[in-house]
């Protein structure tokens, strides 16, 4: 592995829990313990960090983990590690604890957290890209996206067998605050008749002529998918402008809400998982700090954290058009 120059590392999960972050937990375990590393577990994300909330873990201890939702370490979001008071705790508790690295899965906002921490310590930081959300540059997928996708797109394939026995008009509202990967696969997925989502500009009327195209091919019931980050409004603010337009619609609105971010992770989640956890360990045994592990194109590729957390995933210009062309 090259020159070892860590003895322990800690891992936490922080921001918001989704499926597979118990995988990585997992991996980054057995790894550390593979390569003669100590590993530390940090309770309550960054909270633990600073109130010593830590439990020695080893192989047996992410036993029957692999297929639990949510993260077993949990999470919280922490107010105090945002100030310099706060970190210095937490350095202090590192110190203590003989605690040379520190692997956290999470998103854009625990990446922030972890760089600035590193910058001012010198602690080693790597992280796991852990959303559902899909919207952290430097990887083709973040853990626990796939599993909400799959949540996404049974349900709506559930409300879709109401829409057609009552001729109604459904608004599907699903997660993504920034981001509209999730309406736009689960949209396509499950037959959308629209999609609505914060990257790209919609107007109301581009809705209208959606609902009027549809009419005209003898459509009863249909499905629009809305991001809840989608600019025009949210899907109660739509479906009353739509009522308004088509007086005749029986319209419902259906917010699916949390019920994406927890369950049983997808298999494509628990390998992702498994390979950013093992990646990693590795990469902090080659020395890297600062980074991210990812995996893009099938190869695992450490991205900076910085631009991790600055750049962006583009929507793939290619599916908007296919959403587009299928809901005919």
Known sequence: MGEQLIKKIGVLTSGGDSPGMNAAIRAVVRSANYYGLECVGIREGYNGLIEENFTKMGPRSVSNIINLGGTVLRSARSMEFKTKEGRQKAYNN?????????????GDGSFTGAKIFSEEFGIKVIGVPGTID????????????????????EAIDKIRD????HNRVFFVEVMGRDAGFIALNSGIA???VDILIPERKDSFEDLIISFEKAKKRGKNSSIV???????????????????????????????????????????????????????????LLKGLT??????????LVYTPIDDAIK??????????????????
């Open 190 to 192: 499950s037959g959308a």
């Open 290 to 299: 600062n980074v991210m592990a990812g995996i893009q194109s099938n190869q």
């Open 162 to 165: 109401t829409a057609t026995s």
């Open 134 to 153: 899909n919207d952290i540059f430097g990887t083709d997928n973040t853990i626990g996206y796939d599993t909400a996708l799959n949540t996404a797109m």
């Open 311 to 328: 750049k962006h995933n583009e929507i793939n210009q290619d599916l908007l058009l296919i959403s587009e062309v299928l809901a005919l």
């Open 94 to 106: 590192c110190l203590k604890h003989n605690i040379e690295a520190l692997v956290v899965i999470g």
């Open 225 to 283: 998918v809305v991001a809840e980050g989608d600019k025009l409004g949210n899907a109660y603010q739509l479906a009353e402008r739509t009522k308004e337009r088509f007086p005749d619609y029986d319209i419902r609105v259906s917010i699916l809400g949390h019920i994406q971010r927890g369950g049983s992770p997808s298999c494509a989640d628990r390998v992702l998982a498994s390979r950013l956890g093992f990646g990693a360990v590795t990469g």
